[in-house]
């Protein structure tokens, strides 16, 4: 199995709402990626866990929040999003090797529109 | 020094012709500079990739030509088909202590390929 699945598709929300974006693998890859795509724009890095640790947080403002429950989970959490926080929001995983480059994998993106 | 310049934003090519992307960098540390291939509405999917100590790399219709000392790389495409109409994203990645890579993106070429 070489995919990254993400659910839902699709999602709208209000600005009150809470919802969660999933996203699972079973390449066995300890690393897992959530990135922020806007339109005619490249993925921006949002976090990164490295064996279920939160190894990076680009700054993300706290209305979004991680989760990486197990090696082949990772959930965002949403609450209180504003109208420009709609995008396309992108998963990836990738092994973790020391010293060597590592392909991400990405899945194929749930679409976020915030009302 | 994080930035990935990309060029041309857009490109529109004959059937049969070949198209070329050309990207560069300023950080001497990034390690792997891999080619994302991206269609409305899916996630990247990795292309092809190069590390430094290599000048050129081909799969298939794909190739990378990798100029270490300007600082620069490019994608060209042979052959070009109406079903790599695309936006390609060109990144630079560094190892991070944590054994995963963290991935810098171009601003991407819109790439049309006309019967």
């Known amino acids: 199995d070489t995919e990254v699945t993400q659910t839902p598709k699709h999602l709208v929300m209000g600005m009150t709402n809470k919802k969660s974006l999933k996203c699972e693998q079973h390449?066995?890859?300890?690393?897992m990626y959530w990135y922020k795509q806007k339109a005619k724009k490249p993925p921006e890095l949002m976090f990164v866990?490295?064996?279920?640790?939160?190894?990076i947080n680009e700054s993300v403002p706290s209305r979004f929040s991680p989760e990486c429950p197990n090696s082949s989970l990772l959930n965002l959490h949403l609450h209180a999003l504003q109208p420009e926080d709609s995008a396309l929001y992108l998963c990836?995983?990738?092994?973790?090797?020391?010293?060597?480059?590592?392909?991400?994998?990405f899945g194929p993106g749930t679409r976020l529109t915030v009302l | 020094q994080q930035q990935v310049k990309q060029s041309p934003q857009s490109l529109i090519v004959q059937k049969g012709g070949i198209s070329i992307i050309n990207c560069a960098y300023e950080?001497?540390?990034?390690?792997?500079f891999p080619w994302y291939q991206q269609f409305p509405g899916k996630g990247p999917a990795l292309l092809i990739a190069i590390r430094p100590d290599v000048s050129e790399k081909k799969e298939g219709r794909f190739t990378i030509s990798f100029n270490k000392s300007a600082k620069q790389f490019s994608l060209h495409i042979m052959d070009s088909q109406p079903g790599d109409s695309a936006t390609y994203f060109c990144?630079?990645?560094?190892?991070?202590?944590?054994?995963?890579?963290?991935?810098?993106f171009g601003t991407g070429t819109k790439l049309q390929v006309i019967p």
């Open positions: 390449m066995g890859h300890r690393a």
């Open positions: 866990y490295s064996y279920e640790k939160l190894s």
């Open positions: 990836a995983s990738s092994q973790v090797l020391g010293g060597a480059p590592v392909w991400q994998f």
């Open positions: 950080n001497t540390a990034f390690d792997y």
């Open positions: 990144a630079a990645s560094m190892g991070q202590s944590g054994g995963y890579q963290k991935v810098t």
